[in-house]
């Protein structure tokens, strides 16, 4: 053997030209060094014949990379030939036929092409590069253990385009066994061109070799068009740059993006230990700093074998019942893709906003916030310094009923006539007695009662509690919402901040729902812009509190009397509003840090609590001693915040039914709490009484006592039950998108049905809680488009996300899901101050007058 070996050296090393020796042991070695690129050779190999091939005819094609390609159609699982390509610092190696194992079955391939890793880059400034000499030639080996001949064509080309120029697009195509790529320099030139000349140049100075005339005059232009560069500043030098991929089809492809160093790995299974990369079909994209590749990076392209890892995988469910198929469930998915896997890509590479446009943007989002605040302030000063034309009424004249000697203090007590025939008209109704009956204060004294007008339920029978008591109850809100922000919000924060680091130490972009095409990274954050757009909950939720702790001073320098006119103050109730704004705004941003299913519910459970608590704000204005408590308020949100979750994890058929069952019997016991103003209590009895009335007196049984109340709160039972159908119809992924809806088209519900209460019992609305209820809607519906412009979508596969990936639309820096971020956020301030104001013109109204709806 150690003759074989020295025969080997000497045939490889001492033979400039074409020879055929034979060696003992039966193998014949054929070596040629005058191979030419961009020609075809065929072969013959087998377990007596090995070729060595050395491709170095070329000179020229020093400044690009080597691409090798062979096919064979007689290699075999049995006897597969063997293809090494060696260059002066590297080996590739792989076999043919390429054996890929899919989920469903074991793929090969008989065509085979890689691109050479080009270890003399024209880009590096590494010393060491200046050794590999201009000859970098590639040798390749091929040899098999068939015993008989296997016919083998070979050829060696180089890569066109292989150096990106900014925003040039570049067209190609990859199958699974003819993966590409090609490399981007961050230093493209004087002119954002690559000059291909004047680097090789470039590199031969840095190498301390010599150059021409030519070429020194060459350099001088090049180094002074490079010094002229207009530069201004830190602010203006772009850090980063967009890659922008496109493709006309749904074949599933795995981009990667790898640092300037080779190996290059360009398999599926390798791309996982080096750079970025993600999934795609018809649209990718990713943003790329400078600081992460100082000299720039290697686009890879790599066709993946089956579309899994693009569609999804959906798991079967054998159980699931025939007549869920009626509402459109299926148990599989089918995707359609082009026969064979030969995928097409058009992409480009784009450079990104710079710092200075970074402040530009930043800074107009908070001027547009912080101009609410100026307004405040103007509002406040105008209050201030406004002239009194006519004294404050402290104390209303009390109506012809009640007889000059009513007056307005303290309810402690209802008169009892009127509490009697009250009660009784509502057991009449088929509802129980009421809730406030046993909230007699125990020191009320029998001559301090008032009687509401035409015997009606007024605010006075369900606020006689003590305002000390009210003020308290209405406090624990406060401390409710404030207690689960900060032990909801401290471990959301600590999770995302996981995902961050293991998005930027694994590389893998489909952890993180990102419009990749609108995605600007900022120090650690990957996607600034989706995280600093919710600076608006912040701010204008503090300024809320501010504007509420400002009506309760005022409201505690009024008069005791003054303080039993009009509607009940729950101040607490109101502070928790705006902490809830406020911890929306950090619970969404902490989900913009890495957006996806399983943190999705951050971004949702505090507005599940704010559309709440402005229910219960609306229903605590008439209903003051029969409000929710706030314990019983956090209970059920934390219900809410349970299915959300559940519906998130598993959100099946059986789900969707359940919950729409719960959707609907809530949605009939809290018509029947409206309808017979919160005294309707569901007892064993009421089918009985029920269907006895109606066997009584049919006509009355059936017929509203109260006509008005009935047709809006049927509207909103069949608003309800139209996105219960919905719903169960579309039975999406995204369900806590759609508790959100339900949450908050019952909100939008209420408040209508609110606002036409109190027109039609002759209220009237001030005016600039007019305005306030013009702007709310109006905002609300302008944020709906683009809360429904969707540039990303959790409940499909990340790569079929990326199809809706769009470019940022507002100054350079947001897309439409910012502006919803904007306009939702300046719709719930706008919401928040109705609320607050809605009733300010019943601010002089004794309580009597005032009716319960």
């Not at 049995?78 to 792989?94: E, M």
């Not at 015997?455 to 207690?483: D, E, F, H, M």
């Amino acid at each position: 053997m150690k003759s074989c070996w020295l025969i080997k050296f000497v045939f490889l090393f001492l033979i400039p030209f074409s020879v055929c020796q034979r060696i003992n042991d039966g193998i014949i070695f054929h070596y040629n060094n005058t191979y030419k690129y961009n020609v075809p050779y065929t072969i013959e190999v087998s377990k007596n014949t090995e070729f060595i091939m050395e491709f170095g005819g070329d000179v020229e094609a020093y400044d690009t990379p080597a691409r090798v390609t062979v096919a064979s159609d007689f290699a075999n699982r049995t006897y597969p030939l063997f293809i090494t390509a060696r260059q002066q610092k590297g080996v590739f190696s792989w076999q043919l036929p390429m054996l890929v194992q899919t989920p469903d079955t074991l793929e090969q391939f008989t065509n085979i092409s890689r691109t050479l890793c080009p270890h003399n880059n024209i880009f590096s400034e590494d010393q060491d590069t200046c050794e590999i000499t201009n000859l970098n030639t590639p040798i390749v080996h091929l040899t098999s253990s068939s015993p008989d001949p296997i016919k083998v064509t070979i050829v060696v080309q180089t890569v066109e385009n292989f150096y990106i120029k900014m925003n040039t697009v570049v067209n190609m195509t990859s199958t699974p066994s003819q993966p590409k790529y090609y490399f981007y320099p961050f230093d493209q030139g004087p002119n954002k061109v690559v000059d291909l000349d004047s680097q090789s140049i470039k590199k031969k100075f840095i190498c301390n070799k010599e150059l021409d005339t030519n070429e020194k005059v060459t350099l001088d232009r090049y180094m002074l068009r490079r010094n002229l560069r207009t530069d201004y500043g830190w602010l203006s030098k772009p850090k980063s740059v967009i890659v922008m991929i496109e493709s006309d089809d749904d074949i599933c492809a795995v981009v990667s993006i790898q640092n300037f160093s080779c190996p290059v790995f360009d398999n599926e299974r390798d791309i996982l230990y080096d750079g970025y990369y993600l999934t795609m079909t018809r649209r990718g994209g990713i943003t790329l700093t400078q600081d992460t590749f100082p000299l720039g990076f290697y686009i890879v392209f790599i066709v993946k074998t089956s579309d899994d890892d693009c569609t999804g995988s959906v798991a079967t469910n054998d159980t699931l019942p025939k007549m869920a198929q009626y509402f459109g469930w299926e148990d599989n998915v089918s995707v359609d893709t082009n026969d064979g896997r030969v995928k097409r890509f058009s992409f480009k590479i784009i450079q990104t906003i710079s710092y200075q446009e970074y402040f530009i943007a930043a800074g107009a989002a908070l001027g547009f916030f912080l101009s609410f605040y100026v307004l405040f302030v103007v509002a406040v000063l105008c209050q201030r310094y406004r002239p009194r034309d006519r004294p404050e009424r402290l104390i209303a004249p009390p109506s012809p009923r009640e007889g000059g000697d009513a007056r307005v203090r303290r309810r402690r007590a209802v008169n009892d006539s009127s509490g009697s025939s009250a009660h009784a008209s509502h057991r009449g109704d088929g509802s129980s007695s009421s809730d406030t009956d046993t909230e007699l204060s125990a020191g009320a004294a029998d001559g301090d009662r008032d009687v509401c007008l035409q015997g009606k339920l007024c605010v006075a029978n369900l606020s006689r509690c003590r305002p000390r008591v009210l003020s308290a109850r209405s406090r624990l809100y406060l401390w409710n919402v404030l207690t689960v922000a900060v032990f909801y919000t401290l471990p959301v924060i600590q999770l995302v901040v996981t995902y961050q680091r293991l998005l930027n130490q694994s590389g893998n972009q489909d952890l993180c729902y990102f419009n990749f095409l609108c995605a600007h990274p900022l120090l650690a954050l990957s996607d600034f812009n989706h995280v600093y757009s919710n600076l608006g909950y912040v701010l204008l939720g503090t300024l809320f509190v501010a504007q509420v702790w400002r009506r309760q001073r005022a409201h505690e320098r009024r008069t005791q009397q003054q303080k039993e006119l009009g509607i009940p103050q729950h101040f607490g109730l109101l502070y928790a509003m705006g902490i809830a704004l406020v911890s929306e705004g950090l619970l969404s941003a902490a989900y913009h840090v890495c957006p996806n299913s399983m943190n999705f519910q951050f971004d949702t459970s505090f507005m599940y609590v704010t559309s709440v608590l402005c229910m219960v704000r609306l229903y605590q204005a008439r209903h003051a001693d029969v409000n929710a408590r706030a314990h019983a308020t956090f209970g059920v949100l934390a219900l809410i915040i349970f299915i959300g979750l559940v519906g998130v994890l598993n959100a099946n058929f059986y789900f969707w039914v359940a919950f729409t069952g719960l959707h609907l019997v809530t949605c009939l016991v809290m018509t029947f709490q409206i309808y017979y103003l919160g005294r309707f209590r569901l007892g064993g009895d009421v089918v009985w009484r029920a269907a006895r009335s109606l066997s009584a007196r049919p006509l009355a049984a059936v017929t509203p006592a109260r006509a008005g109340r009935c047709v809006l709160l049927l509207l909103a039972n069949l608003a309800n039950w139209a996105l219960a159908a919905y719903g169960l119809s579309q039975h999406s992924r995204d369900f806590a998108s759609h508790l959100l809806l339900v949450l908050m088209s019952n909100l939008f519900l209420y408040t209508l049905f609110y606002i036409v209460m109190k027109l039609l019992h002759r209220e009237t609305i001030a005016w600039y809680s007019w305005v306030f209820i013009a702007l709310t809607y109006s905002v609300w519906f302008g944020s709906s488009y683009f809360y429904l412009d969707l540039n990303t979508n959790w409940a499909l596969s990340p790569a079929q996300s990326r199809q809706s990936n769009r470019v940022c639309s507002l100054l350079q820096l947001y897309d439409s899901h910012d502006a919803w971020h904007f306009l939702s956020a300046t719709a719930m301030f706008f919401s928040f101050n109705m609320y607050l104001t809605i009733d300010d013109n019943l601010r002089d109204t004794p309580r009597t007058d005032i009716m319960v709806f």
